[in-house]
């Protein structure tokens, strides 16, 4: 297995590193090697391509460049960065003369040149194609016997054109990876439901309201609690089910597992080892109920 | 109402070389939207697409209420559902960078936008959680990005861009 170049993005690193810290503690007990870069924000396909897609791509195309450079190809642990990354690849492959240039222009102002030589991966790509299934079942020292909703969220697999990874309306993987932990995937009717974290940046009552309609599906199908593979979605999952409670005079309140925590609890890693402590939403009752 | 000539151009531009989809204002697209669902319809991704494709540019920008561009989450439901194939978000985007432009954008998006020109993410790192980290034992969050950043924002005349907030 080659190295990778990790691409852990704003979110994490900055606000969530703990997240980080479950990440390479997995990559490291599975052999997948990354090293850092330079990188600067992906930046963010929601947010900055809306405000400015020219300058969207040009940030984009020079976090490729770094890592053209070495030739390495990129792991990222966000939905949003993987998006970025491979849309501006997309792009960039399908736009005219005059476009590609422009971007050329702008990138010789930094020393870069922009090749499109690199692959960019989630980290569930890297982790079902390299290490494979097989070798995760049997790093598993401590089978994680709780019912669990996946959720890969919107920039995972959608557009599919572009990400080009696992079945955007049925995905697969992450399913897989959770049963490999030793977990139950739970059915439920929303699972390809976005997690409402974009609809909320216009209009807070938005991005609940769309929370509300993904948890109360996660609920009714029983699940102990939701597994995800991307920072915002985490983050959204984490933070927001206070503000939803408030709103609707209800409590939510179901904990959510980054996909990497959930495997490093299985390969024997303690709660405390990963500062679980840091979620908003206490995993306390989940911890007991697995005799951690 | 009058059609923007160069708003369509812009539009239609992303199809230039490829055969025209026409948009059969079926719906479906929002069927299957999230925030046409929570808002009751006040988001409504059908009538953003005939407008755009109309170049009906006064229906979108210069209105009291940005919802109507600015509801879409890029959750990207609605371009696996469109029976055209069309690229809904490539659109979308396109409107949302002119409102930006108008001054339109919701405050969210400047805010972002302000902190990448700033320190070269949306998301800085604060003392506490680089803290947090060496007690963690993670490494430092690399740097040597910064200049950069402001080069290339500097060139895509970003800072102009957002001169209305
Ligand atoms: S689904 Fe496609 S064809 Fe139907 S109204 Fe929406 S954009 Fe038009
Ligand atoms: S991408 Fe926007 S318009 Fe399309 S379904 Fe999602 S929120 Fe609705």
Same mark, same amino acid.
């Given at each position: 297995?080659?190295?990778?170049?990790?691409?852990?993005g704003?979110v994490i690193?900055?606000?969530?590193?703990?997240?980080?810290?479950?990440?390479?503690?997995?990559?490291?007990?599975?052999?997948?090697?990354?090293?850092?870069?330079?990188?600067?924000?992906?930046?963010d396909?929601v947010g900055?391509?809306?405000?400015?897609?020219?300058?969207?791509?040009?940030?984009?195309?020079?976090?490729?460049?770094?890592?053209?450079?070495?030739?390495?190809?990129?792991?990222?642990?966000c939905n949003g960065c993987?998006?970025?990354?491979?849309?501006?690849?997309?792009?960039?492959?399908?736009?005219?003369?005059?476009?590609?240039?422009?971007?050329?222009?702008?990138?010789?102002?930094?020393?870069?040149?922009?090749?499109?030589?690199?692959?960019?991966?989630?980290?569930?790509?890297?982790?079902?194609?390299?290490?494979?299934?097989?070798?995760?079942?049997?790093?598993?020292?401590?089978?994680?016997?709780?019912?669990?909703?996946?959720?890969?969220g919107c920039h995972?697999?959608?557009?599919?054109?572009?990400?080009?990874?696992?079945?955007?309306?049925?995905?697969?993987?992450?399913?897989?990876?959770?049963?490999?932990?030793?977990?139950?995937?739970?059915?439920?009717?929303?699972?390809?439901?976005?997690c409402?974290a974009g609809?909320?940046?216009?209009?807070?009552?938005?991005?609940?309201?769309?929370?509300?309609?993904?948890?109360?599906?996660?609920?009714?199908?029983?699940?102990?609690?939701?597994?995800v593979?991307c920072p915002a979605c985490f983050t959204q999952f984490?933070?927001?089910?206070?503000?939803?409670?408030?709103?609707?005079?209800?409590?939510?309140?179901?904990?959510?597992?980054?996909?990497?925590?959930?495997?490093?609890?299985?390969?024997?890693?303690?709660?405390?080892?990963?500062?679980?402590?840091?979620?908003?939403?206490?995993?306390?009752?989940?911890?007991?109920?697995?005799?951690? | 109402?009058?059609?923007?000539?160069?708003?369509?151009?812009?539009?239609?531009?992303?199809?230039?070389?490829?055969?025209?989809?026409?948009?059969?204002?079926?719906?479906?697209?929002?069927?299957?939207?999230?925030?046409?669902? =929570?808002?009751? /319809?006040?988001?409504?991704?059908?009538? !953003? $697409?005939?407008?755009?494709?109309?170049?009906?540019?006064?229906?979108? *920008?210069?209105?009291?209420?940005?919802?109507?561009?600015?509801?879409?989450?890029?959750?990207?439901?609605?371009?696996?559902?469109?029976?055209?194939?069309?690229?809904?978000?490539?659109?979308?985007?396109?409107?949302?960078?002119?409102? =930006?432009?108008? /001054?339109?954008?919701?405050?969210?998006? !400047? $805010?972002?936008?302000?902190?990448?020109?700033?320190?070269?993410?949306? *998301?800085?790192?604060?003392?506490?959680?680089?803290?947090?980290?060496?007690?963690?034992?993670?490494?430092?969050?690399?740097?040597?990005?910064?200049?950069?950043?402001?080069?290339?924002?500097?060139?895509?005349?970003?800072?102009?861009?957002?001169?209305?907030?």
């Amino acid at each position: 297995m080659s190295e990778y170049k990790l691409f852990a993005g704003c979110v994490i690193p900055n606000r969530l590193p703990f997240l980080e810290l479950a990440s390479r503690k997995v990559f490291e007990k599975l052999g997948v090697q990354t090293s850092d870069a330079p990188f600067s924000c992906c930046p963010d396909p929601v947010g900055f391509q809306s405000t400015d897609k020219e300058s969207w791509l040009a940030l984009g195309a020079r976090n490729l460049c770094i890592a053209e450079e070495e030739g390495k190809d990129i792991v990222s642990l966000c939905n949003g960065c993987t998006q970025t990354l491979k849309a501006v690849q997309y792009d960039i492959a399908r736009a005219s003369e005059l476009e590609k240039q422009r971007i050329s222009d702008i990138l010789a102002k930094v020393n870069k040149e922009y090749k499109g030589s690199i692959t960019v991966k989630h980290f569930v790509q890297v982790l079902i194609e390299d290490v494979g299934i097989d070798k995760i079942k049997s790093m598993i020292k401590k089978p994680i016997e709780l019912k669990i909703a996946c959720h890969t969220g919107c920039h995972y697999a959608r557009p599919a054109e572009v990400m080009n990874w696992d079945d955007p309306e049925h995905p697969i993987y992450l399913r897989q990876l959770v049963e490999a932990c030793g977990a139950t995937p739970v059915d439920y009717e929303e699972e390809v439901l976005c997690c409402g974290a974009g609809a909320g940046n216009a209009k807070t009552e938005y991005g609940l309201g769309v929370l509300k309609r993904k948890l109360d599906s996660v609920i009714s199908a029983g699940a102990d609690c939701i597994c995800v593979v991307c920072p915002a979605c985490f983050t959204q999952f984490d933070t927001q089910q206070r503000a939803l409670s408030k709103m609707v005079e209800k409590e939510y309140k179901i904990p959510v597992l980054y996909l990497t925590e959930l495997m490093a609890l299985g390969m024997g890693f303690t709660p405390k080892d990963l500062n679980l402590k840091y979620h908003g939403v206490k995993t306390k009752n989940i911890m007991e109920k697995i005799g951690l | 109402m009058s059609m923007d000539l160069e708003f369509r151009r812009i539009v239609l531009g992303k199809y230039m070389d490829s055969t025209l989809h026409y948009c059969l204002q079926c719906s479906r697209c929002n069927d299957v939207c999230p925030v046409n669902e =929570v808002s009751d /319809g006040a988001y409504n991704p059908r009538s !953003v $697409i005939l407008n755009a494709f109309l170049g009906l540019k006064e229906n979108l *920008i210069g209105k009291p209420n940005n919802i109507a561009v600015w509801g879409c989450q890029i959750c990207d439901t609605c371009n696996l559902t469109c029976p055209q194939d069309i690229e809904l978000t490539d659109i979308f985007y396109i409107v949302k960078n002119l409102s =930006v432009q108008a /001054g339109e954008a919701p405050e969210y998006y !400047v $805010i972002q936008a302000k902190a990448i020109l700033e320190s070269g993410k949306a *998301i800085p790192l604060q003392t506490a959680i680089e803290r947090r980290r060496s007690q963690m034992g993670l490494p430092e969050v690399p740097t040597g990005f910064e200049d950069d950043v402001k080069i290339i924002l500097k060139e895509t005349e970003l800072e102009e861009k957002l001169s209305k907030y």
